[in-house]
């Protein structure tokens, strides 16, 4: 329930929509709704061997794999995840992880998860930033999902040059991500949800993978806020 002190407060500074800066008008959220219509949504969540699966084909095992939108270089996906990443706007992965949450509990393809790994941050990266962009996505995840969050068993032990201004060729061969599982024993036995922002060529998903299958028995499905076409 909205209180009337919000109402006042957003009387003198109203909310502005992430993508598109227009103001938001009652019952609006972060996003405005059109341009939650004009976003790429990809239906992943309902399509075997999609794109995301088939690029780690020949890499690692993958379970099942989706993504909720399609990114595009100046595009309004990348708007809304320049906003997370470098603006502070952390909200914005708790409607994302919302949104993905409810296309994975309408799909039968992830039933059967029993926890959630976010790509973790360099620690001088996170130092930097304050925060890292998946938090709150993972959270919204869990909750939507109802299944645990497990915290600070995958670390990152390299800090990679950003990737953003890179070829797509040049992130394929970077070398320098590396992480470490911390205990293998937490994860024994476990179908876990390893989630990430962006996937463009699967490069940090298939290093996290590695480190991660250091766990006996274990399985894993991947979940990023968008996949680069």
């Not at 969540?45 to 993958?62: A, D, H, P, Q």
């Not at 949800?193 to 463009?200: M, R």
């Amino acid at each position: 329930m909205i209180s009337p002190l919000h109402d006042i407060f957003n009387l003198f500074y109203p909310e502005q929509c992430s993508i598109c800066k227009n103001q938001l008008v009652k019952g609006e959220k972060t996003i405005c709704v059109s341009c939650i219509l004009d976003l790429p949504v990809t239906n992943f969540c309902n399509l075997k061997n999609n794109s995301v699966e088939t690029s780690f084909y020949g890499r690692i095992l993958v379970k099942e794999a989706t993504s909720l939108f399609y990114y595009q270089k100046e595009g309004k996906v990348q708007k809304l995840i320049q906003q997370l990443k470098y603006k502070g706007n952390q909200q914005i992965g708790t409607v994302l992880g919302d949104w993905l949450g409810e296309n994975m509990l309408e799909s039968e393809r992830f039933k059967e998860i029993d926890c959630i790994v976010k790509v973790p941050l360099h620690p001088n990266k996170l130092k930097k930033r304050g925060y890292n962009q998946l938090t709150k996505f993972e959270h919204s995840l869990s909750k939507k999902l109802q299944i645990p969050v497990v915290e600070n068993v995958l670390v990152k032990v390299s800090a990679s040059q950003t990737q953003t201004k890179k070829s797509r060729f040049d992130r394929t061969i970077n070398v320098d991500e590396k992480f470490e599982l911390l205990d293998t024993r937490i994860l024994e036995n476990k179908h876990i949800l390893l989630i990430d922002d962006i996937i463009t060529t699967g490069a940090t998903l298939e290093a996290c993978s590695i480190a991660l299958l250091h766990s006996k028995n274990l399985k894993i499905s991947i979940a990023t806020m968008a996949y680069t076409l």
